[in-house]
């Protein structure tokens, strides 16, 4: 692995302390914004600095295993349905449901805050786009934030949130994934630090297409500033994506032409990730529609200085040659396509899309959700590629990607939509969730093929087991269907228990349905490590994307890397790197982060301890964080 080159750490230790004194929500001010956070952090590092040589707080056990009911309801007693049409939506609105969700920290205090936005108010019905956001108390509440931060009435189909001026605090691009609506188009909005929004007058990406699918932040050119790259047409429009650079002060400049190649197809859903290890982040797109250019993926590998290269057919992300796994002769999902007579293989009806180490050994993977139809008398059907883990080969082979889905235990189901690799039980394994839409479910018979929300927990032995019936989050005899039906979904540890919580896009089924929030009740059971990283502005940009955090001891590593959103429609999880330690070694502990400009810098056991937030700042300040 040639990721980093390693120097000489210095630190400035803040006298760290355990997750009772560390997790406790600062006080606010009178003007409602939080006293103590900012660029005083800084100061306070700096001014503070100092070392200690006992080692912190560290217990090996073996994980605690869970079993049923591990997820509670709190979306009423939470708050997160103010606003939400749930009984009585407006008039003309076809399905207004806010099933779009990000977490994001928008007043700087923390603790994540929540976006949600409406998914088909139909705007040409006269209803127009509304967004809803809640301000998080620290107490496991919400308040509504809508009308003060300005986000309510932005005409827009999704955010995508990251520091685009590096002041410190989550400003937003505003995606118009509408067509010919009225003059609106797509958007860049200021944050001034304390959750308000202010939209800049010319930013330059007003002359996006209003086809825009989702985006996401990322420094793809190394000059410290956040690029944006934009995939267009979600499930709609064949279109090519767009590439913004940075200028730092909430403008854009078109840089498209550095995607070489770029393929007329739409986009469905997006992620940064730096696969080869080279230290640049690299782009995989899910594409939607077996019937444009064959439904083939896009891998944008970069090949330095924000320069891209399509290479998705190459390394086995484009499509898989194996076909719809439950139409398979052997039963084993193995059959392979004749090689069709225009040379087009069927790639899939892409959803969503993750990274993560699924099998630590230290390179990142891919999880890709899609919808596969079953049919054998359609060419396109039979052969369009269902969901996929794709591990990642690494060095020695290339980088190329393998599907492991079958392999693994993992449940076909033509309804996969969104998904997202966490490790929900601490355990130190990747999880998978998967929300699944609901009108295939009348062809199958098993729980497995229905449209409960997904939840596969990792094995020790790499194989999943499903436990997504039974875990709390579904619930046969809830009057709202929960959770059937689900689309974008969100993970962040909402109280800082230490473990990840779950919201979920309440996707209409008739009638109007709220969003919903699932406190876990599993993972903090085990141990855990929570780590922010953060960037100086000159040399990283300050929300540090693609920095990559990892615990190891001796050759068992955790791995994560820090990315702005993720998947169809911008499902947006906590920044904060979350860590299971599972059964890990205590000794020879260490904490790695892996900046982007190839500085490693390495805390030991006398930096850091577990069941705590560490707050690290470029390049090797740590404190609680």
Not at 20 to 46: H, I, L, V, Y
Request: one cysteine or more; a negative charge.
């Amino acid at each position: 692995m040639n990721r980093c080159i390693s120097t000489t750490a210095s630190f400035a230790l803040l006298g760290l302390v355990g997750c009772a004194a560390c997790n406790s929500r600062p006080p606010a001010g009178d003007d409602g914004q939080t006293a103590g956070t900012g660029e005083s952090a800084d100061t306070q590092a700096e001014s503070e600095s100092g070392s200690s040589s006992e080692p912190m707080a560290c217990e090996p056990r073996e994980p605690a295993v869970p079993t049923a009911g591990f997820f509670v309801d709190i979306s009423d007693q939470s708050g997160v349905r103010v606003g939400n049409f749930s009984e009585d939506p407006p008039a003309g609105t076809v399905i207004n449901d806010h099933s779009r969700l990000a977490f994001a920290d928008i007043d700087g205090d923390g603790w994540d805050d929540i976006v949600a936005h409406s998914l088909f108010p139909n705007p040409q019905n006269g209803v127009p786009f509304e967004h809803l956001v809640f301000r998080n108390q620290g107490d496991g509440t919400f308040a509504d934030w809508s009308d003060v931060s300005g986000l309510r009435d932005v005409q827009a189909g999704f955010f995508a949130f990251g520091d685009v001026d590096n002041d410190g605090d989550q400003d937003v691009f505003a995606g118009l994934d509408l067509d010919a609506y009225a003059d609106h188009r797509s958007s860049i909005w200021l944050n001034d630090g304390a959750g308000h929004f202010t939209k800049v007058p010319s930013s330059g990406v007003e002359a996006t297409p209003t086809v825009a699918g989702n985006a996401v932040f990322a420094d793809f050119n190394g000059d410290a500033l956040l690029d944006l790259y934009v995939g267009m047409g979600g499930t709609t429009y064949a279109a090519t994506d767009k590439l913004y650079a940075g200028v730092g002060d909430g403008t854009f400049v078109d840089q498209s032409a550095a995607l070489s190649g770029n393929p007329q197809r739409p986009s469905n859903g997006s992620v940064t990730c730096d696969f080869d290890d080279d230290n640049d982040l690299d782009v995989f797109v899910s594409t939607y529609s077996v019937s444009t250019a064959g439904g083939h993926n896009v891998l944008w590998q970069n090949q330095g200085g924000g320069l891209f290269e399509d290479r998705a057919e190459a390394l086995g992300f484009a499509y898989q040659i194996t076909g719809n796994y439950w139409l398979s002769s052997t039963g084993k999902g193995q059959d392979p396509e004749p090689r069709p007579a225009t040379g087009v293989y069927r790639g899939s009806n892409g959803f969503g899309i993750d990274c993560g180490d699924v099998d630590n050994d230290g390179d990142l993977d891919v999880l890709l959700t899609t919808i596969s139809h079953p049919v054998d008398s359609d060419y396109n059907r039979k052969w369009s590629d269902p969901s996929q883990l794709l591990i990642n080969g690494g060095e020695a082979q290339g980088y190329a990607l393998s599907n492991q889905w079958l392999a693994r235990g993992l449940p076909y189901n033509e309804g996969d939509v969104d998904g997202a690799l966490i490790d929900f039980d601490n355990d130190g394994r990747l999880d998978i969730s998967i929300s699944r839409e609901r009108k295939y479910e009348g062809s199958y018979a098993d729980p497995e093929q229905k449209a409960w929300f997904g939840l596969m927990r990792q094995r020790a032995d790499g194989s999943f087991e499903s436990l997504g019936v039974q875990s709390g989050i579904n619930d046969p005899n809830e009057a709202l269907l929960r959770m059937k039906g689900a689309q974008n979904h969100a993970w962040s540890d909402i109280d800082h228990d230490g473990d990840l919580d779950l919201l979920v896009g309440g996707r209409d089924q008739g009638g109007g349905r709220p969003n919903f929030l699932f406190r876990n009740d599993a993972g903090q059971d085990n141990r855990w490590l929570a780590v922010r990283v953060t960037g100086d502005g000159s040399t990283i940009d300050r929300d540090a994307i693609g920095t990559r955090v990892i615990v190891r001891s001796g050759t068992q590593l955790r791995v994560r890397e820090k990315k702005s959103s993720r998947g169809m429609y911008n499902s947006e999880d906590s920044r904060v790197q979350h860590f299971g330690l599972g059964d890990l070694p205590c000794e020879a502990l260490e904490l790695v982060v892996q900046w982007t400009d190839g500085t490693e810098v390495v805390f030991d056991r006398s930096e850091f301890g577990e069941d705590m937030y560490v707050d690290v700042r470029y390049p090797d300040l740590i404190g609680p964080g």
